[in-house]
């Protein structure tokens, strides 16, 4: 007879058997890996995580006794897991929080090549709102900001709604302390989100309204129309190119870096739409010339205020190095840089590895 119940998985991987284990953690292995990385900010750092959490799960399993259900036994090793890679590694942001905007005169800078940046996530849109609301960039970013016991408090609490107890046990602290914990991580996350979410914002808009502000702004990017792309923006919009710590604030700062970058009419471009963080986003491809197809340059993600893009944040796939001596148009070439393996989302979020 087939075992299918959690409870008989549960009997059956506890004396050993790794082919009942495996079917036993598959229905939490989505919101883990996405609890971790809320945690990290990172969807390799996330994975890493994971990997490790049911490895460690899968050997204490003999010692799991059941006083918690299993989905509790496995975030508080997922939790812990995490901890330990934080106490280990930089925070990670975005280039907003890195460092001040910058002068388009003065280029794009140097990448900064260290892992430090938030990544994309991908994210299912069957979700439900929750789910896409908390891995919203801004919200992950603002995450990256706690201290890492008030991140994994405000996380346990706020997001997945396990009682004070529960996360008492499982970061082996006091009730009290999560109670302390969480009311100064809310008071910090809550000074760096914007009144409303991105969810919020959508829900306000319809699908009309955003589908045609994303065929608007690619029908722009199509047609290197800078001042198409600048009407779709909020007054103070940002853009950044995360590994870049270079990024521009306000209409005309934007409009300059874009009209001397990529609206340039230098690259040739095509743009397929997706989603990210719960978000709208745009997978750019460049020409490249040897493989005759147009490769990932970009994933970009749009930060809604409204009707207006309030913030681009563009993950970029190829290989970023500081620029060799006197060769000043290292950035003008960006589209014959490799694509980097590690910053190449575009197959994680089901797009093409090219484009003709």
Not at 24 to 53: F, I, N, T
Not at 121 to 147: C, G, M
């Amino acid at each position: 007879m087939a075992i299918s119940t959690e409870q008989e998985l549960l009997k059956a991987a506890r004396t050993g058997d790794e082919g009942a284990f495996q079917p036993l953690v598959e229905p939490y292995r989505g919101e883990l890996h996405a609890h971790c990385y809320r945690m990290l900010g990172s969807v390799h750092d996330a994975e890493d995580a994971l990997q490790e959490a049911l490895l460690r799960s899968w050997r204490g399993l003999r010692r799991f006794e059941g006083r918690s259900s299993l989905r509790s036994w496995l975030y508080t090793i997922a939790t812990n897991t995490c901890l330990n890679q934080i106490a280990k590694r930089p925070k990670r942001v975005l280039p907003v929080d890195y460092g001040p905007s910058w002068d388009p005169h003065e280029g794009v800078g140097e990448p900064v090549v260290e892992s430090v940046w938030i990544e994309p996530y991908p994210t299912d849109p069957e979700a439900s709102f929750e789910q896409r609301e908390s891995v919203e960039l801004a919200f992950v970013a603002a995450l990256q900001h706690l201290p890492a016991n008030q991140r994994a408090v405000l996380i346990l609490r706020e997001v997945l709604g396990f009682s004070a107890a529960e996360v008492a046990e499982a970061l082996e602290t006091t009730v009290a302390s999560v109670n302390s914990a969480l009311q100064r991580a809310r008071k910090t996350v809550d000074e760096k989100l914007p009144e409303e979410t991105q969810q919020a914002t959508l829900r306000e808009l319809g699908d009309e309204r955003l589908r045609e502000l994303v065929e608007g702004y690619m029908d722009a990017m199509a047609r290197n129309d800078v001042d198409g792309i600048v009407a779709l923006l909020a007054e103070d919009a940002a853009w950044s190119m995360p590994p870049l710590a270079s990024w521009f604030r306000g209409l005309e700062d934007v409009r300059g870096f874009l009209a001397g970058g990529p609206m340039s009419g230098e690259w040739r471009w095509r743009r397929l739409a997706t989603t990210a963080n719960g978000q709208p986003a745009i997978a750019a491809y460049t020409w490249d010339e040897g493989r005759q197809a147009y490769l990932p340059f970009a994933l970009d993600v749009i930060t809604l205020e409204g009707d207006r893009i309030k913030e681009v944040t563009a993950f970029i796939t190829r290989v970023m190095q500081s620029p060799p001596a006197r060769d000043p148009d290292y950035y003008a070439r960006f589209p014959e840089q490799a694509l980097d393996p590690v910053r190449n989302v575009f197959e994680r979020f089901g797009l093409p590895p090219s484009v003709s």
